[in-house]
């Protein structure tokens, strides 16, 4: 398989982890979103939306929106598991999934940050305190539901979908210096997953187009 | 069942339509978001994060998020399916329902305005312009991936999950007076949709809470 990524995307971040946790190897493609490469013509061939991740199977398929893709490797390689098992735990765990990938993330997307800065004529300032109001937010109702738990994972003993969301949401936080001591629980989850393969090869550092001053920084 | 909405939300309008087609009654009990009614107490017991819609199940247990209620509805009334039956049509499928879900829906939320108007200042012709732009540029892929269908519906003789999507989205383009002519198979497959009775039991204009003078309004 193959991996069509860019280093901090946080979407493909997500579909790095949950590779890993599964034990499947895809070769990195990596578009550079900085330069817009993902509105390239060869790319939107792969992607008529023009955004990464983009997974191409096996088959020559090529799979986009990274909560679709996820569901997909669920389905085709069941193997650990990263949902939990009865269907009502299913929901109430998407639904957490969810709270990140349609409640937070989609705010905070480069995209929607370059529309604030643009036609919005809004400061930096103004946007990291956008991009924080939607973390904290989000965070402040997570935190409660890990507190909750008696794992030390999502899963019990592994982690699942919830911390292939979390761990890339928790990045994003630090890199626009969003405080997160308010969020410990949160902030003790992350740094488990940090000691775990899985998590450590797909970290925005560790790629091939992570840039030389960001190389192997965690 | 027992669903908490509002009659205008678009995520309570996706779980009405989906329970529709598959033949399952829930009472509607309505929540009024323009009272802020969702952050009260009472009703976050039922859901934390304070937002409808939530599916209180046959056994008392409350869901939330639409997307893992969609799913959870999948899972345990399969009949009629709303997916594609092959992993990968799913996966191709799935991110046309994410499309709308993710990168259309939050940006546009009612929350998300309130910020736009509120901390960042801006007119309200400048959130309808950003309503419309993400609107827009959304559409604008999604018209080219219906266009290429063969069937009337998504699932070919049927409509699916991306229909409990998109046609709570088109209600939304307009309400905020969106140009959709640009849009005409969308168009022509949400007028297909409103023919059939799960669509126009769903229906905001048709709910407990729908105001007097929005009354079977089409």
Redesign the interface.
């Known amino acids: 398989m193959r991996l069509y990524a860019y280093y901090r995307s946080s979407a493909a971040y997500r579909v790095r982890i949950a590779l890993g946790l599964k034990g499947l190897a895809a070769e990195i493609r990596p578009v550079d979103i900085a330069a817009n490469e993902q509105a390239s013509d060869e790319f939107r061939r792969r992607n ?2 023009g ?1 990464v991740p983009v997974l191409e ?1 096996d ?1 020559g ?1 090529c ?3 990274s ?3 996820l ?2 490797l669920e ?2 390689a069941p193997d650990p598991a990263l949902y939990p098992r009865t ?2 735990e ?6 957490l ?3 990140i ?3 937070i ?3 905070n997307n480069l995209r ?1 940050l370059r ?2 800065g643009g ?2 004529g ?1 400061s930096q300032d ?1 946007i990291n ?2 991009y924080a ?1 939607w973390i904290t937010l989000g965070f402040t ?1 997570l935190e ?2 890990v507190i909750a738990w008696r794992g030390a994972y999502s899963l019990g003993e592994l982690p699942g979908m919830f911390e292939v969301m979390l761990v890339p949401q928790l990045y994003n936080a630090r890199r626009f210096s969003v405080a997160t001591e308010s969020f410990p629980a949160l902030v003790d989850l992350d740094a488990r997953c940090a000691e775990l393969p899985a998590f450590r090869a797909a970290h925005p550092h560790r790629q091939p187009d992570t840039p030389e001053e960001l190389r192997g920084v965690s």
């Open positions: 008529p939306q955004l199977t088959s398929a799979l986009s929106q909560v679709a893709i569901e997909w389905e085709t269907s009502l299913r929901a109430r765990y998407r639904a999934c969810q709270h990938a349609s409640d993330h989609p705010l929607v529309y604030l036609p919005l809004q103004a305190t956008w109001h109702a409660q539901e």
